[in-house]
């Protein structure tokens, strides 16, 4: 082989090297993309079942309040025995800082209260990206369920007008890359709750 054979032999080796070492970076960089975004959607879908399940369990509180204290846009707390201890725990599920979380707040004292000094409070889901505009929690009484789209209750509500409850929450772990962002939505009706 001449020197000539030789450079261009090892041109084109670093050439391929170097397209396949991209081609690799580009592969981990999404496949590491689509594990995080389907850990984080697997952890919310958990979130919402677990959500789905408390506020169909809703009850009247242990100190007398109505199933459902209040409701606004980012903020719902009602009450549910989340433990099965007989005991009817608040539940206050909001959005901060683009995490959905959870408090939970046992009665006590007596008469029995709910004091808000008393909540522990929990990160059930992240990178949230609802904005102003885009609520995550919408209300409806039994005369807007024809039309969800355009009839929500307007907030804060009156907790006995609301028949179902619809969470919304759009999700993405990093919006710059593609695909774009994950929007996951449920609507429940309390069971105790009279349409």
Known sequence: MTI???MVATTILVLI???????????????KYTIEQGLNNSNLQLSISNFTKNIRE??????GDYLILTGEDFSLKFFSDV??????????YFL?????????????????QYS?????????????????SEPIFYYYNGESLSDLEDNPLT????????????????????PEQNPTDMHLETLIRPRNVDY
């Open 96 to 112: 901060e800082n683009e995490y959905f979380k959870l408090g939970i707040t046992k009665p006590s004292g007596f008469p029995l």
């Open 17 to 31: 090297s170097a397209i396949v070492t991209l081609a690799l970076i580009k592969t981990f960089s999404i496949n």
């Open 83 to 92: 433990d099965d201890d007989t005991v009817v725990e608040r539940l206050h």
């Open 155 to 174: 907030t804060p509500i009156t907790p006995n007008d609301v028949s179902l409850i619809k969470l919304h929450l759009i999700t993405n772990v990093n």
């Open 116 to 132: 808000a000094s008393d909540e522990e409070v929990k990160i059930i889901g992240s990178n949230i990206l609802n904005g102003i």
């Open 4 to 6: 000539v054979e030789l």
């Open 58 to 63: 809703a009850r009247q509180s242990d100190a």
